[in-house]
């Protein structure tokens, strides 16, 4: 999708009026892990700032939110979901995921 449909289902779910990169919705029925949503306008903004491909940046999305899907989340896990994310992307042979990059900006800022 595109970010005006992102931001669209942000706002609605979850009450941020901004588009965003990927949103993960778990599935109520069994044996459905849920939906995810990935604004193809934002990854192609945050592969050209990580310089690769856009298909690459989408495979860190859909990793980083098949990881919500399974019940993991960053804001609260005390890093599990990092770890996972870092360990998967290292088997997938995927560059530096969402948690990471973010992990990275907040020492830097911090220097």
Do not use: C, W
Not at 49 to 78: F, K, M, P, W, Y
């Amino acid at each position: 999708m595109d970010d005006a449909g992102i931001r669209a289902l942000n706002r609605t779910f979850r009450r941020h009026d901004a588009a965003t990169d990927v949103l993960s919705f778990p599935g109520a029925a069994p044996g459905y892990a849920g939906d995810i949503a990935i604004s193809l306008d934002t990854a192609g903004r945050q592969a050209r700032a990580q310089r690769h491909s856009v298909d690459t940046e989408v495979r860190i999305l859909l990793l980083h939110g098949l990881l919500h899907l399974s019940g993991l989340d960053h804001e609260t896990d005390n890093g599990d979901m990092r770890r996972q994310e870092r360990d998967l992307r290292l088997q997938l042979g995927l560059p530096p995921g969402l948690i990471e990059r973010a992990h990275r900006r907040k020492i830097k800022a911090h220097g």
